[in-house]
T-cell receptor, first 114, second 115 residues
Framework: QQQVKQSPQSLIVQKGGISIINCAYE??????FPWYQQFPGKGPALLIA?????SEKKEGRFTISFNKSAKQFSLHIMDSQPGDSATYFC?????????????FGKGTSLLVTP | DAGVTQSPTHLIKTRGQQVTLRCSPI?????VSWYQQVLGQGPQFIFQ???????GRGNFPDRFSARQFPNYSSELNVNALLLGDSALYLC??????????????FGNGTRLTVT
C-alpha cells in the first residue's frame, strides 16, 4: 500500500507565484522526509530534506513545513519560475538495521507559466 | 565529478527473457540502491547494498536479484520478464548506510521495455 500520499497530482502556477505540494504519511517510525525534483529523461535529484525534530526548513526558494502531530509535510516553492516546471516527489524513510528505503509519493507535475 | 552512471540507457526485451542492468556509483560511495519507476508513479525500492552485502529488500519477487562488486558497482538482474516489468530502473548511491548525512544520488536510469 502507498505509505506516502501526495497531492495534488498536477499543479499550474504563474511565474512569481507560490507552488504548494502536500504529503501525508501513516508510519510514525519515519524519521527522514526528503523532496526530490525530476525532469523528463533524468533521475530524481534531492531538493531539500527534513527530520521530525524541526517544523520548518528553508533553502533558497524552497521550504519544507512539517507537522508531526498531523503526520503531514509540504513543499513550498516561492517565486516560482518556468525552470521549476518538473515532477516533484515527496518521500519518507526510516533507518533500520537493514539499511533504509525511501517510500515515495506518486508525484506532482508542476507547470509554471510565463 | 561523474555522477551515478547506468547502462544501458534503453533496452527492449521479450517476455520470458532475462536482463542485467549495470550501475557505477559516485566515486567514494559505498552504498547502492535500486528503484523501479513505472510511468506516472514514484520510484519503488527494490534493493540496497552496502559493502557488497544486501542490506534491504523491497516487496519484489525472487525474479529480481542484485549484487555489488568490490569496486562498489552493482548489477540488477531480472529473470523471466513480464510485461509489467516495463519501467525505468534507477540506481542511486550514497556514502554509507546512514541517509541523514549521505543522501541518495540517482542516476538517469535504464528504460526497460518488455514486449
Amino acid at each position: 500500500q502507498q505509505q506516502v500520499k501526495q497531492s495534488p497530482q498536477s499543479l499550474i502556477v504563474q511565474k512569481g507565484g507560490i507552488s504548494i505540494i502536500n504529503c501525508a504519511y501513516e508510519n510514525t517510525a519515519f524519521d527522514y522526509f526528503p523532496w526530490y525534483q525530476q525532469f523528463p529523461g533524468k533521475g530524481p535529484a534531492l531538493l531539500i530534506a527534513i527530520r521530525p525534530d524541526v517544523s520548518e526548513k528553508k533553502e533558497g526558494r524552497f521550504t519544507i513545513s512539517f507537522n508531526k502531530s498531523a503526520k503531514q509535510f509540504s513543499l513550498h516553492i516561492m517565486d516560482s519560475q518556468p525552470g521549476d516546471s518538473a515532477t516533484y516527489f515527496c518521500a519518507a524513510s526510516r533507518f533500520g538495521n537493514s539499511g533504509y528505503a525511501l517510500n515515495f509519493g506518486k508525484g506532482t507535475s508542476l507547470l509554471v507559466t510565463p | 565529478d561523474a555522477g551515478v552512471t547506468q547502462s544501458p540507457t534503453h533496452l527492449i526485451k521479450t517476455r520470458g527473457q532475462q536482463v542485467t542492468l549495470r550501475c557505477s556509483p559516485i566515486s567514494g560511495h559505498k552504498s547502492v540502491s535500486w528503484y523501479q519507476q513505472v510511468l506516472g508513479q514514484g520510484p519503488q525500492f527494490i534493493f540496497q547494498y552496502y559493502e557488497k552485502e544486501e542490506r534491504g529488500r523491497g516487496n519484489f519477487p525472487d525474479r529480481f536479484s542484485a549484487r555489488q562488486f568490490p569496486n562498489y558497482s552493482s548489477e540488477l538482474n531480472v529473470n523471466a520478464l513480464l510485461l509489467g516489468d516495463s519501467a525505468l530502473y534507477l540506481c542511486a548511491s550514497s556514502l554509507d548506510r546512514q541517509i541523514y548525512n549521505s543522501p541518495l544520488h540517482f542516476g538517469n536510469g535504464t528504460r526497460l521495455t518488455v514486449t
